[in-house]
């Protein structure tokens, strides 16, 4: 069965702190997604990573794939209110036949001043 | 603009009643995606469709049907076979399959 898991699940964190996002999955694939989901909202597309040692940078987010591990790790640099959502990451597991993503459980972060 | 829209954003169901929810794209698209989330949980693909007039169907299909009549429109119905129907649908597209999915605002789905 294929399975994207993240870790953690919740994560309350200060402003100002850093902190990592881990997400594993569990057949090959060489291209990933984020997407961040603020509360009763859809989701927002933040970052593909499309193959082996990728890193995406925006603001205070990145995101990185090692496909070898199949892993991908989002980084929260100096963390603001303002990053409060939770946060998917997808697998695209057959992405030259249809594009279907396989989501992780989400990562619900909370930062508080 | 270019989007998606979903609507309605919110709608009620009756016990044995099929129900359809509409999602446009003015993207010119491709490739269309249906989703349930439920609370707390991840996404899982109900039906995909990569080109007009054909549509695959996803992990979860059972109790729900689509068409793909035209680029910009892939309606999702939910039948009264969906026994728990119950969750917020979210409908997506991209350029072609294989490439970022965009998503619509939702339809939160309730039962009466």
């Known amino acids: 069965e294929l399975k994207v898991e993240q870790n953690p699940l919740f994560l309350s964190m200060q402003e100002g702190k850093n902190y990592t996002i881990y997400c594993n999955y569990s057949t090959t694939s060489d291209r990933l997604y984020w997407y961040r989901q603020d509360p009763g909202k859809s989701l927002e597309s933040l970052f593909v990573l499309l193959s082996n040692g990728a890193v995406k940078q925006e603001g205070r987010l990145m995101a990185s794939l090692d496909t070898k591990a199949r892993l991908s790790t989002l980084h929260i640099t100096a963390a603001v209110h303002d990053l409060s959502a939770t946060y998917f990451c997808a697998v695209d597991v057959f992405y030259n036949q249809g594009g279907k993503l396989i989501f992780g459980q989400g990562t619900e972060l909370s930062v508080k001043p | 603009d270019g989007g998606i829209t979903q609507s309605p954003k919110y709608l009620f169901r009756k016990e044995g009643q099929n129900v359809t929810l509409s999602c446009e794209q003015n993207?010119?698209?491709?490739?269309m995606y249906w989703y349930r989330q439920d609370p707390g949980q991840g996404l899982r693909l109900i039906y995909y469709?990569?080109?007009?007039?054909?549509?695959q169907k996803g992990d979860i299909a059972e109790g729900y049907s689509v068409s793909r009549e035209k680029k910009e429109s892939f309606p999702l119905t939910v039948t009264s076979a969906q026994k728990n129907p119950t969750a917020f649908y979210l409908c997506a597209s991209s350029i072609d399959g294989g490439e970022t999915q965009y998503f619509g605002p939702g339809t939160r789905l309730l039962v009466l």
């Open positions: 993207l010119n698209h491709d490739a």
């Open positions: 469709s990569q080109i007009v007039n054909d549509f």
